[in-house]
């Protein structure tokens, strides 16, 4: 490569063999070693030799990390694209119930002010005038009756006009129920255009957005060994947060004698606590590999999606193998932590008796955003 000089006249024409990388450095780029010392003092270690990043940009230029590089683009490319799927599709889902609440609101309007026409003016006198008419037509009878209707009742082959007291407490029912719409409908789309206006600055700035995963505490007191898993291995939890949620990933106690073929568990995730309820809101398999890392005997398995776990509301996770394994274990365990409740599903004959109790488990901790 041709070596360039730094045009600085005080800096004598001394080569640019240097490179900043510091994000936040107003002269990142390419420098000279007078540049070093005049403005990247309090940077030095993001500053590189020229040859050291280009060494290092060749050596992982090979065919395995191209091809990881490409694999891992398409993976950035299919998800981008799903994003657009999704937003296109709310957004039409959005459109169609804004369409449907305005009918419906517009609808109820209306039959409010037929029935609010009583209360005004001379609407109920213009109604017994037009049926005291000699000559009407079908329509003219039913408008007529159909304005008055709500002052009638009948009860037992009797009608009567409602009396004054029963007048004003139509009158009284029909304010309500315009002011529970009003209330309904102003605190919704007020919520529903505070909630878009917070995801378009998310839009403007998803990079601002820090996602923080934080770890349970684990539900365990003492660790034991020799846990023989081979069957659904469960338990029902409840978030203490008195707000939403999201659940990232759980702790899995370490195996400790493999099986020949590779080990894999469906996870599924149940709104309830009972595994009957077919309520699934997330499905996924782990593969668990010998060589997977294990902190304490526990183990992060991490879901390809966060899962939204609201207040309150017990959701249940079962862990199936697909084999026989030796794993640990917890014993004495806490019913709560200061995140959790905790409580023990409720199986049918399709799951197993080897289920996770308060006791003994071999999920002990839980991984979530907020």
């Given at each position: ?139 003219q009878i039913e408008s007529a009756i159909e304005k008055i209707e709500p002052l009638l009742k009948t009860c037992d082959g009797q009608i009567w006009i409602l009396r004054d007291t029963e007048v004003n407490q139509q009158a009284q ?198």
């Amino acid at each position: 490569m041709q070596t360039l000089f730094c045009e600085d006249k005080e800096h004598l024409d001394n080569p640019l063999n240097l490179f900043c990388l510091e994000v936040d450095c107003q002269q990142k780029g390419l420098i000279c070693s007078f540049c070093l010392l005049k403005s990247h003092q309090d940077h030095v270690k993001n500053v590189f030799p020229l040859k050291t990043i280009i060494q290092s940009l060749n050596k992982a230029n090979n065919p395995k990390n191209q091809q990881e590089l490409h694999n891992k683009g398409n993976e950035i490319f299919g998800k981008h694209h799903k994003i657009k799927q999704t937003f296109r599709q709310n957004l039409i889902e959005i459109k169609e119930i804004l369409n449907k609440l305005e009918r419906e609101i517009e609808k109820q309007i209306k039959l409010l002010d037929l029935e609010a026409d009583l209360f005004v003016g001379d609407a109920f006198e213009k109604s017994i005038s037009m049926l005291n008419m000699e000559k009407l037509t079908k329509v003219q009878i039913e408008s007529a009756i159909e304005k008055i209707e709500p002052l009638l009742k009948t009860c037992d082959g009797q009608i009567w006009i409602l009396r004054d007291t029963e007048v004003n407490q139509q009158a009284q029912k029909l304010i309500k129920t315009a002011e529970v719409i009003e209330r309904e409908s102003k605190y919704w789309l007020e919520k529903c255009l505070n909630d878009l206006k917070k995801l378009f600055e998310t839009c403007q700035n998803p990079i601002k957005k820090q996602i923080k995963i934080l770890s349970s505490q684990n539900r365990y007191q003492l660790t034991y060994e020799q846990w023989n898993l081979k069957e659904t291995d469960a338990i029902c939890l409840r978030s203490k947060k008195k707000h939403d949620i999201w659940l990232s990933g759980v702790g899995l106690y370490e195996i400790t004698t493999w099986p020949e073929s590779e080990l894999s568990f469906q996870v599924q995730i149940f709104e309830g606590s009972n595994l009957n309820s077919k309520k699934i809101i997330y499905q996924d398999k782990f593969v668990i590999k010998n060589d997977m890392e294990f902190v304490n005997h526990i183990g992060k398995l991490y879901f390809t999606k966060a899962i939204k776990i609201e207040y309150d509301k017990p959701y249940t996770i079962a862990l199936t193998p697909n084999q026989s394994c030796l794993s640990y274990y917890g014993a004495n365990g806490k019913f709560e932590t200061d995140e959790f409740q905790f409580e023990e599903p409720k199986f049918n004959q399709e799951y197993s008796d080897n289920s996770t109790t308060i006791n003994q488990g071999v999920v002990p901790q839980f991984f979530y955003e907020e």
